[in-house]
């Protein structure tokens, strides 16, 4: 079954009004926004990713669905699993003790299971926060610019350099220590149409944006926000834009808001919305064609 | 890492006090109740075992944590790894759609995630309830009495019929389709003192909630209440009814009543608290040594 095909099946189950048809990363009931998510060695991370690593990412990726949210932290509920080596669980408590200060977010429970000898970690993590006003993903409306904060590309290289190519450590560190945009999203979320996290690449999640918005998205390649260290690593070229729009991992906001107005947070106008349906693809307004693979997909 | 040690190293972990210490098995925040669970193929499912019964299973064991909180169901998030065998998918979730309704409890959200080939199947799944008073585990008080609902050790019985003994299909349902007391558990709430469900075994979970109390606890093994068909299966013997006390996966409600009224569900009054530390166990008010495994551990 494809995740597709999953995704359809869960969405046949009786669901609850907070699931939001599951269109959103996230529930929202009330004022408690939820998500959960599953990290799995050897697909979302790395058998030789150091545990601190992997205890971080697994915060900070669901912490970032709450941020798109516009949601401050309440707390986490861990599912882990039994290893047989001690000395890699005690390192990724330790850095999970760590992340749970640095972003202010307590344990409020957990599971602890056995699993078969020689299968692969996987970490079950459930965040709850709180919003006064949780902005959708379907929320976009015609004539919305589509903005994004900090820049694209940046973990999608460094998963390369994780994986052995040669590459600036900073680039590494955007892919082993993302840095979800908490302060950004509590102050854009008052004021965006709509809002997600960029976790599989830029082009996927601004379609995946307008079609839940039932609309058309054009991006233009040019203004696509690149880093210093990115450029250095991989050229400003059509080719290293395009990377930079298909990779996964960057944990950055992806909003819309009406007409021209600068959001009240650092930000590049990356494209606009229109009726109809589908992705566009320009470089300086010229029409470009589409990447076979828009985004990173887990699978 | 032992379990054991795992939970203490989770405890040195900056907890929300909704966490109550992590002695309980679910979070309290407000009228809010939280639990989490991870079960894996091979240790909390078997391979062979039906995927309709796997969902049913994942759904039952985390309500039943709700109900000995007295809580009602608000919903579900669900991890769901992306098996190659669609046809597994499916039937899981027509499961998963026959148990949401039968517990009116629809899904919230989830997560799908790619795995690697080979690697056992593993559901996450976190539960929201609502409780107006959430008993703690931690509550009971010398001189209450230790009471239970149902009947002991039918799961465990049915379990190892699942594995390929002969035995009655009533006991092997009591194994694959667990009936958590979401009526009994609301109904006790306000009464007891302190409550929890028995899903490890009578003896090992009546330890836990004297150890959280700060009591000692006596169970009498001739009160310990036994179906008809299980005394048929496995005889009414002192054997019998040790592996009746020892048996995991029952989800009943153990709970703690002051002085001799009778509570207000079914039940069968099973030991009681007095100062002081530990289990000892009775037959027929005889002291009876302890067995070497007070329950079923998975790991």
Redesign the interface.
């Known amino acids: 079954?494809?995740?597709a095909?999953?995704?359809a099946?869960?969405r046949?189950?009786?669901?609850?009004p907070?699931?939001r048809g599951?269109v959103?990363?996230?529930?929202v009931?009330g004022d408690?926004v939820?998500?959960?998510?599953?990290?799995?060695?050897?697909?979302?991370f790395l058998a030789e990713d150091a545990p601190e690593d992997v205890a971080w990412k697994l915060l900070a990726v669901n912490l970032s669905d709450l941020a798109a949210k516009g949601a401050a932290p309440?707390?986490v509920?861990?599912?882990?699993?039994?290893?047989p080596d001690?000395d890699w669980?005690?390192a990724f408590?330790a850095g999970?003790?760590a992340a749970?200060?640095h972003f202010a977010?307590?344990?409020?429970?957990?599971?602890?299971?056995?699993?078969?000898s020689g299968?692969?970690r996987?970490f079950?993590l459930?965040a709850?926060g709180r919003s006064a006003r949780a902005p959708a993903r379907s929320g976009a409306r015609p004539g919305d610019s589509l903005w994004v904060t900090g820049t694209m590309g940046d973990a999608g290289a460094g998963l390369a350099i994780a994986r052995g190519e040669a590459g600036p450590a900073t680039l590494l560190a955007r892919y082993r220590r993302p840095e979800p945009r908490m302060a950004e999203g509590a102050t854009l979320a008052p004021h965006v149409h709509a809002m997600m996290d960029v976790s599989d690449g830029l082009l996927i999640d601004a379609r995946r944006m307008a079609e839940a918005s039932g609309l058309a998205v054009t991006v233009d390649l040019a203004t696509i926000p690149l880093s210093a260290g990115y450029v250095a690593h991989r050229g400003d070229t059509r080719e290293s834009r395009l990377a930079a729009a298909t990779a996964g991992d960057d944990y950055e906001l992806l909003f819309a808001l009406p007409g021209d107005p600068q959001p009240p947070v650092p930000a590049a106008r990356v494209g606009s919305f229109a009726p109809g349906a589908g992705l566009v693809l320009t470089d300086g307004g010229e029409a470009v064609p589409l990447p076979v693979q828009l985004g990173f997909q887990?699978?």
Do not use: F, K, N, W
């Open positions: 079954m494809s995740e095909d999953l995704i099946a869960l046949s189950l009786p669901l609850h907070a699931a599951l959103d990363d996230t529930a009931l408690l939820l998500t959960t998510d599953l990290i799995v060695e050897g697909i979302h309440e707390g509920l861990l599912g882990h699993p039994l290893a001690a669980d005690r408590l999970l003790d749970l200060r977010c307590p344990l409020l429970g957990g599971d602890t299971v056995s699993v078969p299968a692969p996987t079950a459930t709850l887990h699978g």
